[in-house]
């Protein structure tokens, strides 16, 4: 199991890695600078892990929506940044999701 587990973690960063070398920066720019627009996207200190508060808008959207948004500004950002970093959503102040870059996209709520 530890090795299946390894192997999957391994395929997924190569993934990461495969897309970010693979986008188009500009397109992922133009997402990301829409999102600032519409939301808060704060960065921390380090620049390891990016927080965006939505503030209401999460909770308007469908589980198919939230996956697929998710996807998008994650896939964006790694694109924009050449490898993946942990994204954390929120909405009024709780988490409603998260992106990963060793487990993966998560909606909470």
């Not at 192997?7 to 190569?14: D, E, I, K, R």
């Not at 992922?28 to 600032?36: K, S």
């Not at 589980?63 to 050449?82: E, G, M, Q, V």
Request: aromatic share 10%; proline share 1%; hydrophobic share 45%.
């Amino acid at each position: 199991m530890k090795t299946f587990l390894a192997a999957l973690v391994t395929v997924s960063l190569w993934a990461s890695a495969a897309f970010a070398l693979d986008c188009d920066k500009q397109q992922a720019q133009l997402i990301l600078d829409t999102m600032q627009k519409n939301y808060s996207l704060k960065y921390d200190d380090s620049g390891v892990s990016l927080h965006i508060d939505m503030n209401g808008g999460w909770d308007s959207m469908n589980i198919d929506r939230k996956n697929r948004f998710l996807r998008l500004i994650a896939d964006s950002d790694a694109c924009i940044r050449d490898k993946a970093r942990g994204i954390f959503i929120y909405s009024w102040g709780d988490k409603v999701a998260e992106a990963s870059p060793l487990f993966g996209l998560k909606v909470i709520k």
